[in-house]
């Protein structure tokens, strides 16, 4: 959400300092930026949910020409972060990637990373309707307007900043990658420490908790004398 009102500073304070629970599984965390973080406008469209880009599309074009003064004072702002409030809505619920080598539109058609959902998974939406109604009722409240990242609003692709899993925790190898001691099965002395040990989605912010597991993963590395040892015995 960006607002036109100069003498609002929505930069100030602490970056995530709230939580707005809307059911068991759901919540709303508003987000700051410091003052000069401008580069984010470049990222940012009209927020317009719809079923595809013509839908989409209009509903951006409609919205510039209903408030053009507005839409141009919040495209101009001096400082973009000043101005801005990111409303980070999560979900705890289930839902798994697969990724391996190939070719799509996404990447060219050349020869990389390519995701597609696990069978049985329901799809994720970049337009949720809890989260589009939140965003409005915040952005009335500012006389702002709502924006999304231009990959949502163009393309409908959802986004996240928190892929986890991939190489999980578990007993074996056919329960996971790697053990309780974050060692690959198989592979003594290659440790897996980032967030692709996570087994589950905590959704919420798991930098706190991928540092406890890395902290946790460091305690069961072996000294180096007593590593020595062991390659000589």
């Known amino acids: 959400m960006i607002t036109p009102k100069r003498e609002l500073d929505l930069s100030t304070g602490v970056a995530i300092t709230s939580i707005l629970h809307t059911d068991a599984h759901s919540h709303v965390e508003p987000v700051r930026y410091p003052k000069g973080s401008g580069f984010f406008r470049l990222l940012v469209l009209p927020h317009a949910p719809g079923p595809n ?20 004072k919040v495209a101009f702002t001096p400082d973009f972060a000043k101005s801005s409030q990111i409303l980070l809505y999560m979900r705890s ?31 994720p939406t970049a337009f949720i309707p809890e989260a589009n109604d939140i965003a ?47 060692q690959v099965h198989g ?32 305690t069961k590395v072996p000294a180096k004398q007593v590593a020595e040892e062991a390659k000589t015995a």
């Open 53 to 72: 880009v013509f839908v989409r599309f209009a509903r951006a074009i409609g919205l510039v020409l209903r408030n053009p003064l507005k839409i141009l």
């Open 93 to 123: 619920l289930e839902g798994t990637l697969t990724f391996k080598r190939g070719r799509a539109i996404g990447n060219g058609f050349s020869d990389g990373l390519t995701s597609a959902l696990a069978p049985g998974a329901e799809a």
């Open 136 to 182: 409005q009722r915040f952005a009335d409240k500012l006389d702002g307007v709502p924006a999304s990242l231009f990959t949502e609003t163009l393309m409908g692709i959802p986004s996240t900043a928190h892929i986890l899993g991939g190489a999980c925790i578990g007993k074996t190898p056919e329960d996971g990658v790697i053990g309780p001691d974050h």
């Open 187 to 218: 592979h003594p002395g290659l440790y897996v420490v980032d967030g692709s040990a996570m087994s589950a989605n905590p959704g919420v912010n798991p930098s706190l908790t991928i540092t406890a597991m890395a902290e946790l993963a460091m």
